[in-house]
Nanobody, 117 residues
Framework: QVHVVESGGGLVQPGGSLRLSCAASGTIFSTFVMGWFRQAPGKEREFVASITEGADTNYADSVKGRFTISRDNAKNTVFLQMNNLKPEDTAVYYC???????????WGQGTQVTVLE
């Protein structure tokens, strides 16, 4: 079992910055991708960014140039630096651990990010 815990959400003015953190613990048994998804009220959960153990990254078009994902493999931790935040970035942000070989996904409980209008 893999336990995933996010932290770092909060309330911020437009143009502000926040940094999210996520730590995975428990039975880490294979190569996995770590990433972030978000879900705004009344909308479906959407992909934000992901990073492999080899530091290959992928971003949603809506966050490119503003968000940066990074990872500490030794600590099974992933970070999301969010700059120039906009009201449309308001959502619950979820950390995802995806085991490629076994096609397994583990999710955190989510952390709220609110960008004021």
């Amino acid at each position: 079992q893999v336990h995933v815990v996010e932290s770092g959400g909060g309330l911020v003015q437009p143009g502000g910055s926040l940094r999210l953190s996520c730590a995975a613990s428990g039975t880490i048994f294979s190569t996995f991708v770590m990433g972030w998804f978000r879900q705004a009220p009344g909308k479906e959960r959407e992909f934000v960014a992901s990073i492999t153990e080899g530091a290959d990254t992928n971003y949603a078009d809506s966050v490119k140039g503003r968000f940066t994902i990074s990872r500490d493999n030794a600590k099974n931790t992933v970070f999301l630096q969010m700059n120039n935040l906009k009201p449309e970035d308001t959502a619950v942000y979820y950390c995802n651990v995806h085991y490629i070989m076994y096609r397994l996904d583990y999710w955190g409980q989510g952390t709220q990010v609110t960008v004021l209008e």
